[in-house]
């Protein structure tokens, strides 16, 4: 029997102050990149969708979707991207 399915990872990118555009106040703000991956046995085969990042406003909440390359340049990740497809 074979068992797959679905699983999203996310992964936090940091945090920053950031002008909100919802509150427009400077508020600390995280950004957290997700993406949906195949699994097979519970074990993450291969990614079926393209990163997505959100950042999540301190303040008020409010969780808006930005640019994956600015938000990684922004949110000082360091971490070497995946090699993937
Ligand atoms: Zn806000």
Same mark, same amino acid.
């Given at each position: 029997?074979?068992?797959? =399915?679905? #699983?999203? #990872?996310?992964?936090?990118? =940091? &945090?920053r102050?950031l002008?909100?555009?919802n509150?427009? #106040?400077d508020?600390?703000?995280?950004a957290?990149?997700?993406r949906?991956?195949?699994?097979l046995?519970?074990? @993450? +085969? /291969?990614p +079926?969708?393209?990163?997505?990042? +959100?950042?999540?406003?301190?303040?008020?909440?409010?969780?808006?979707?930005?640019?994956?390359? &600015?938000a990684?340049?922004? /949110? =000082?990740a360091?971490?070497? @991207?995946l090699?993937?497809a």
């Open positions: 029997m074979i068992i797959w =399915g679905l #699983r999203s #990872r996310t992964k936090t990118l =940091g &945090q102050m002008n909100c555009p509150c427009h #106040r508020a600390m703000t995280a957290v990149q997700t949906r991956w195949f699994t046995f519970f074990i @993450p +085969i /291969f +079926i969708s393209g990163k997505k990042t +959100i950042a999540v406003c301190g303040l008020c909440g409010f969780r808006y979707e930005v640019n994956n390359e &600015q990684e340049a922004m /949110f =000082g360091a971490a070497k @991207p090699p993937n």
